[in-house]
């Protein structure tokens, strides 16, 4: 129910929190800024605070608040896509009371294909793979399950097995020796949301091993694909379209993206007309709020300069 719902999200956000830096230390793609861990915990620190705003007996109206939450939280690359497996979730589950082990299992297929298409060029070997294989897994053994306890026990087991083999997808990876951050991040996120679930104490989780067992030692960031010189577009801009024109059209917010795309990459925009959310790496932030502005007022604008921190990280 919502209630229990709430506390998964809560205990999966807090596990995530303590493995921040571990999560952080294996970001290299798509640029070596380490801050996955640090993005998708403020992202789900924010869906957290909106679920606990009030008690939420119905789990469809408990994931609506998650969803909201994160969105107007959401930092970085990483933590808009997390934003949009939630979103995608919470929409399947609309007026759901109880959540069973076949609904499930359709949310978190909703959440990775609302997760793919806020994407300008999908990646395989990220986080979207990990949330698809884990989708696609839990959809075929959802039916066979008598609770979700049952199904939880499948997105861990398919989820650790796609998490090691994403540096065979991505060569990046690889050359690191680490697994994908973001597919880790979310992992974690689910290991912790399996503890509520079974009544077991996030630190306890913590101390039988269980986040630590897929977590890899940190790396030594020294190969030459990840130079500073490497950076193609170097300011991550990030804001939120609080109040859009009551007239904005979906074909604007189209167009909008399409324009970003010619000045930048990793554009991730979302939009559900009542507010529009913007990541994209830029040389030209100006130029990407300016094309805002068009839509409406804009708040929570944040410009990361990526050539210094990959500066302080080499150093």
């Given at each position: 129910d919502g209630v229990l719902l709430r506390d998964m999200v809560v205990a999966g956000a807090a596990l995530l929190e303590k493995h921040r830096e571990a999560v952080d230390a294996l970001n290299v793609f798509p640029v070596p800024d380490g801050d996955t861990g640090t993005n998708m915990s403020l992202t789900m620190a924010s869906a957290t605070r909106e679920v606990n705003q009030k008690e939420y007996l119905n789990a469809g109206e408990a994931a609506a608040a998650v969803s909201k939450g994160?969105?107007?939280g959401a930092r970085g690359n990483s933590g808009v896509i997390t934003s949009q497996l939630l979103r995608g979730f919470s929409r399947a589950l609309a007026g759901v009371e109880r959540i069973t082990?076949?609904?499930?299992?359709?949310a978190l297929k909703s959440g990775a294909e609302t997760a793919y298409k806020a994407v300008m060029k999908p990646k395989e070997g990220t986080i979207l793979t990990v949330a698809r294989v884990i989708a696609d897994?839990?959809?075929?053994?959802?039916?066979?399950?008598?609770?979700?306890?049952?199904?939880?026990?499948?997105?861990?087991?398919?989820?650790?097995?796609?998490?090691r083999r994403t540096p065979d997808m991505?060569?990046?990876?690889?050359?690191?020796g680490v697994v994908d951050s973001g597919g880790m991040g979310l992992m974690v996120v689910y290991r912790g949301m399996?503890?509520?679930?079974?009544?077991?104490?996030?630190?306890?989780?913590?101390?039988?091993?269980?986040?630590?067992?897929?977590?890899?030692?940190?790396?030594?960031?020294?190969?030459?694909?990840?130079?500073?010189?490497?950076?193609?577009?170097?300011?991550c801009t990030e804001f939120i379209v609080?109040?859009?024109?009551?007239?904005m059209k979906d074909s604007e917010v189209v167009r909008f993206r399409k324009r970003l795309e010619r000045i930048g990459d990793c554009v991730v925009v979302v939009s559900d007309l009542s507010m529009v959310k913007v990541h994209v790496h830029t040389n030209d932030?100006?130029?990407?709020?300016?094309?805002?502005?068009?839509?409406?007022?804009?708040?929570?604008?944040k410009v990361d300069n990526m050539f210094e921190e990959a500066r302080e990280r080499a150093e």
């Open positions: 994160a969105l107007k082990p076949a609904q499930f299992a359709a897994e839990t959809e075929k053994i959802a039916p066979q399950c008598e609770d979700v306890d049952a199904l939880f026990k499948a997105i861990l087991v398919s989820g650790d097995a796609i998490l991505l060569p990046v990876l690889k050359q690191a399996y503890s509520a679930l079974t009544g077991e104490p996030v630190e306890q989780t913590e101390m039988d091993g269980k986040a630590e067992k897929t977590l890899p030692g940190e790396f030594v960031d020294d190969h030459e694909a990840l130079s500073v010189e490497d950076i193609k577009f170097g300011y609080s109040h859009p024109r009551e007239d932030p100006g130029k990407a709020i300016q094309y805002a502005l068009e839509l409406g007022e804009l708040d929570s604008i």
